[in-house]
């Protein structure tokens, strides 16, 4: 491949040009920062970032994608990464004259008597008017973009460098705009602006020699380019600019000097990033205790790839993934996904735990991770981490370490260790500025997607297309179920195999337990020979192999939470000691049954998504403390919605679920004597009830009203085929578990082979129809809100890879909803309010008050997301007013479109400090 030569400089440097512009220094003869320093800032800060925190395995594959050899690819990125702001080398930039100001005037006075071209204040207008010369990263994209090109929309350097700013802006030579661009660009082709443009962009060169030209996959232009916002957001702290400025005060022939200076300030400000270090020693020595045969099977392929591990609930599928991954030797960070906040921090308590022994930096991801107590511990700032390479004797161990940097926008993915909710990595595929930083957060991890089975059609298709994207970059993913049904395996392992250019396969062998591997290419497609090997495993762990005895009880809809309550209260008087699960599919359930229990029963606790922040924190702690793998043998009830069958460690000694879809029904059945060989306060001789019993509560109407949030189809079709109609007596498992999930999925196979041959459906078909209309709507959806795949990537439809908007909600535009829905913060004056710490008080709310972030932590211990009806009752009442219901604005993208619920002015809703936000009684 050609390499690149340099140029020699021939202009003088301008230093007048500036890139920052602020009081940097008050000791400085100008708040100007050149624009070469910042050039050279952002250059060397990609060198460190290539050194330290790239892995090895990143550093190949975007080798590969980019077609720049791997020992060019550090000057290749440093280069690319100290032009990226080149096309402030221009008047419009550099008068601000978009929106003009008296601070600039000076400045472009002397610049017009220096003999550059400065626009007339009319003329100026003129040309600020037209977006494309607003933005100083489409002028860069232009100056960089040959001569013999047809414009930069086919060149991919200036497309890079073009997005920037977190969209691509791509100049398109048939319309106004770009006609008006062009006109502007002929102003600026010669003369001092050009000689100035020429002189920085031969600077950076000299310091960068030995890059080459691209040849790049355009689907790698979006890691490219977040690869140069990490280095730009790094350098331009303003600390670092400061820094800076002091440094660049020498200029003239000296920038090699200012270069070797920045080089070492910038080192310890990147490495204060921290790159993933992995807890030293075997299996058993990180665990406690020995690996079962899946943990074995899963460290002896270490290999990057898609793997589906499909095993049942309790045989440590969260260890086996954490062990390959400690394993692993290619230096990838890890990214651990969940469903739901409440399973994230659990999950994040186990994955510090894991991490005891070693000094990462860490982050949790979603919109109330700052009230984790986590983020009350001392944080990193930009410095240096101390060496533990070992974590011997000498070193200072302390698991995770919250690090401030990474709590900006777009950034948490791209933390050395991260947990979250899903939506933070499947937002990667949806179009909004920036989405590709979180691409580039997925392309140097291990991605870990638990409870997969849980994802909705729509959520399943964005994972479809992260799952073609992680093919394409070779991206390391584990997916773990112990419920996914066979015909999602297909769908993602094709995916997968679609980014990596493979032909789907038909046919699987699947097993439960097992995992399945398809290996990832790194050398390009005439290498990808590795064939996908499917792991079936014939031995379980004790407490995985469990036999469940099911009872069943069905009633009519609107005596559900009596029945629910009677066999609770039932069953505490047969075994007083028992711990007790019961999970219901709907928040006003779980309200109404825990309201009539908690005058009977001792030890109630209560789980929901209708609590305020800092209250569903307290109480999903004190529920896994109650029945976690080391809990007390003493009674207890809890009473959740499904966030108790996702990703919560709980045991409980006998389970009252409403009837869920076979996935979820069998994931209830595994949180009930889940830990009888782990806890030595519970074994199975001493538990209260003698074997494993799940109560399923079904409905009795043949219209099955009440199955929100889940379709009438898939808990008819779980009803029929997978518990027989309430014949079947017990769950073996694992044996019966993919038997049962095939059995009741709903697809358009199962459609055309039960319809009726009459001319009418029969309601039982009518629901089936209605359910694979339904998720074919949600699929189309997906597809159009998300990226494209990465196959069909040009360079010039990139100008459309983000869309505009500057801010999504991660939570919401990830999941599928026809419902209302709409976040609210609490308030109250009431010092003697029973639920007055999960309060915020009105004064919070003041304009004068809502800019710290102890402000902001506290608003959002007080927020509860609220759908449906409720959600357009409140609405209504924000737009009415007297009614106690506000809209709130603050500048915190986590409290983006809230209302404020004053509780002291809205008597008809209360906040429960057990219960949480409901209808006041007698309302």
Not at 238 to 243: N, P, S, Y
Not at 627 to 650: G, N, P
């Amino acid at each position: 491949m050609r390499t690149a030569t340099v140029q020699r400089v021939v202009c003088a440097i301008d230093l007048r040009l500036w890139a920052k512009w602020g009081d940097y220094d008050a000791d400085a003869a100008n708040n100007r920062y050149p624009l070469l320093a910042h050039l050279i800032d952002t250059l060397v800060v990609a060198e460190h970032l290539h050194d330290t925190w790239l892995s090895p395995s990143a550093r190949t594959r975007l080798s590969r994608l980019t077609g720049v050899g791997e020992s060019a690819l550090r000057p290749t990125l440093a280069r690319l990464a100290g032009l990226h702001d080149l096309g402030k080398a221009n008047p419009i930039f550099q008068g601000q004259l978009a929106h003009p100001t008296p601070d600039f005037a000076d400045h472009m006075a002397a610049l017009a008597d220096a003999g550059y071209w400065v626009p007339a204040q009319d003329d100026a207008k003129g040309y600020a008017g037209e977006a494309l010369v607003r933005r100083h990263e489409a002028v860069t994209g232009t100056f960089l973009t040959p001569e013999s090109d047809d414009g930069y929309a086919q060149h991919a350097e200036a497309i890079a460098l073009a997005g920037h700013h977190g969209h691509f802006r791509i100049a398109d030579p048939t319309n106004t705009e770009t006609l008006a661009y062009q006109d502007f660009l002929d102003e600026t082709a010669s003369g001092p602006w050009r000689d100035q443009v020429n002189a920085h962009q031969q600077l950076v060169e000299s310091l960068t020699p030995g890059w080459q030209p691209l040849d790049a996959a355009p689907h790698s232009i979006p890691i490219l380019t977040a690869f140069i916002c990490l280095a730009d957001w790094v350098a331009s702290d303003q600390d670092a600019v400061a820094a800076g400025s002091l440094a660049a005060a020498g200029g003239g022939a000296g920038w090699e000097d200012f270069a070797r200076v920045r080089r070492a300030w910038f080192a310890d400000r990147v490495a204060a990033l921290g790159t993933p270090e992995r807890p030293i020693g075997n299996f058993t020595s990180t665990f406690g205790f020995p690996p079962n045969a899946l943990q074995d099977s899963l460290v002896a392929r270490p290999q990057s790839g898609l793997t589906i591990v499909a095993a049942p609930m309790g045989e440590g599928k969260t260890e086996a993934a954490l062990a390959r991954w400690q394993v692993a030797t290619d230096g990838r960070r890890l990214y651990f996904a969940l469903p739901t906040m409440a399973t994230a921090d659990a999950m994040f308590d186990r994955i510090r735990s894991f991490l005891t022994t070693t000094s990462n930096v860490g982050a949790l991801t979603h919109s109330r991770a700052s009230l984790n107590s986590f983020y009350a511990e001392p944080a990193r700032t930009f410095r240096p981490i101390p060496a533990t390479p070992d974590c011997g004797e000498d070193s200072d161990p302390s698991g995770l370490t919250p690090q401030n940097w990474f709590r900006g926008r777009h950034r948490a993915l791209l933390s050395p260790i991260a947990v979250g909710t899903v939506d933070q990595l499947l937002s990667g595929v949806l179009k909004h500025k920036f989405n590709f930083m979180r691409l580039l957060g997925a392309f140097d991890a291990t991605l870990v997607l638990d409870e997969v089975h849980s994802y909705d059609p729509y959520m399943a298709e964005l994972v479809r297309r992260l799952l073609e994207w992680c093919g394409a970059l070779g991206i390391d993913v584990i997916l773990l179920s112990a419920t996914l049904p066979s015909a999602q395996v297909h769908t993602y392992v094709n995916a997968y195999r679609h980014g990596l250019e493979l032909p789907p396969v038909d046919d699987i062998a699947l097993s439960n337990p097992m995992h399945l591997h398809q290996p990832a290419s790194t050398l390009g497609a005439e290498a990808r020979t590795a064939d996908m090997a499917v792991t079936a495993l014939s031995d379980t762990t004790p407490a995985a192999r469990r036999e469940i005895t099911l009872q069943h009880r069905t009633v009519r809809h609107g005596r559900l939470a009596n029945a629910v309550v009677a066999e609770v209260e039932a069953l505490l008087r047969e075994h007083p000691a028992a711990k007790v699960g019961v999970i219901v599919n709907t928040v006003n359930v779980a309200q109404d049954v825990a309201d009539r229990l908690r005058g009977s029963v001792t030890g109630l606790h209560v789980l929901h998504s209708r609590m305020t922040g800092s209250q569903r924190y307290d109480a999903t702690t004190a529920a896994l403390e109650e029945f976690s793998k080391t809990s007390r043998a003493t009674a207890a009830v809890l009473v959740a919605t499904q966030v108790a069958e996702q990703s919560l460690d709980v045991d409980f000694d006998v389970l009252v679920t409403q009837l869920a879809p076979a996935p979820s029904l069998l994931q209830r059945c595994g949180r009930v004597w889940r830990h009888v060989t782990t806890n030595p306060a519970r074994p199975a001789a001493a538990r209260p009830v003698s074997t494993p019993t799940v109560i399923v509560v079904s409905p009795l109407e043949v219209a099955w009203p009440g199955t929100l949030p889940y379709t009438v189809a898939e808990m008819q079709r779980t009803w029929t085929h997978a518990l027989d109609k309430g014949a079947r007596g017990r769950v073996l498992i694992p044996d019966d578990l993919a038997p049962m999930v095939d059995a009741a999925h709903v697809t358009w196979d199962t459609l055309v082979a039960t319809e009726s041959e009459s001319d009418t459906a029969s309601p039982a078909d009518q629901a089936h129809q209605h359910h694979v209309i339904d998720t074919e709507a949600r699929r189309l959806a997906a597809t159009r809100r998300a990226i494209p795949p990465p196959a069909s990537v040009t360079l010039p439809s990139l100008a459309s890879f983000t869309g505009d908007r500057d801010h999504i909600d991660e939570y919401n535009e990830t999941r599928w909803t026809t419902q209302a829905s709409v976040t609210v913060i609490l308030t109250s004056a009431d010092l003697a309010h029973p639920a007055r710490r999960y309060l915020a008080h009105p004064d919070l709310l003041a304009e004068d008050r809502h800019r710290g972030d102890a402000t902001t932590r506290q608003l959002l211990g007080a927020t509860v997301p609220v759908t449906g009806t409720l959600a357009v009752e409140l609405g209504v009442r924000s737009r009415t007013p007297d009614t106690g219901v506000t809209t709130f604005v603050h500048e915190s993208p986590l409290l983006h479109s809230t209302l404020a619920v004053d509780l002291d002015r809205c008597a008809d809703f209360e906040l429960d400090s057990h219960l949480g936000l409901r209808r006041a009684r007698g309302q």
